[in-house]
């Protein structure tokens, strides 16, 4: 199982990013997948989930909506939109893939538990 995410850097505030997780070594396609950050000095924290078809998607406390999580079945790719960054956006970004045993085609979860494999981060920083 690989998951390689992609697509940080150092940014100014107000900037774009789209983070981009490339999934191997599973059936991507069969799984909730999401985004977790994890700033210095603090506990990872949901950013976004998205159900195994795209129909479900959920968001964390501390995101608003400056995010979007999306993915692509047929590229096995899981991406995070990220508009108008700012300051407090910058974390190491992880993807990771969570159940594949769902019954319903637009559940999802942002339970850091749930989630079986990770991959390595990216990191975003944003200057002010």
């Known amino acids: 199982v690989q998951l390689q995410a992609f697509g940080g850097g150092l940014v100014q505030a107000g900037d774009s990013l789209r983070l981009s997780c490339a999934a191997s070594g599973f059936s991507f396609p069969y799984y909730v997948m999401g985004w977790f950050r994890q700033a210095p000095g603090k506990e990872r924290e949901p950013v976004a989930a998205i159900s195994r078809t795209g129909d479900g998607t959920g968001y964390g406390d501390s995101v608003k909506d400056r995010f979007t999580i999306s993915r692509d079945n047929a590229k096995n790719r899981l991406y995070l939109q990220i508009n108008n960054l700012e300051s407090e956006d910058t974390a190491v970004y992880f993807c990771?893939?969570?159940?594949?045993?769902?019954?319903?085609?637009?559940?999802?979860?942002?339970?850091?538990?749930?989630?079986?494999?990770w991959g390595q981060g990216t990191q975003v920083t944003v200057s002010s």
């Open positions: 990771a893939a969570g159940p594949s045993n769902y019954k319903t085609d637009n559940r999802y979860t942002l339970s850091t538990n749930d989630y079986l494999y």
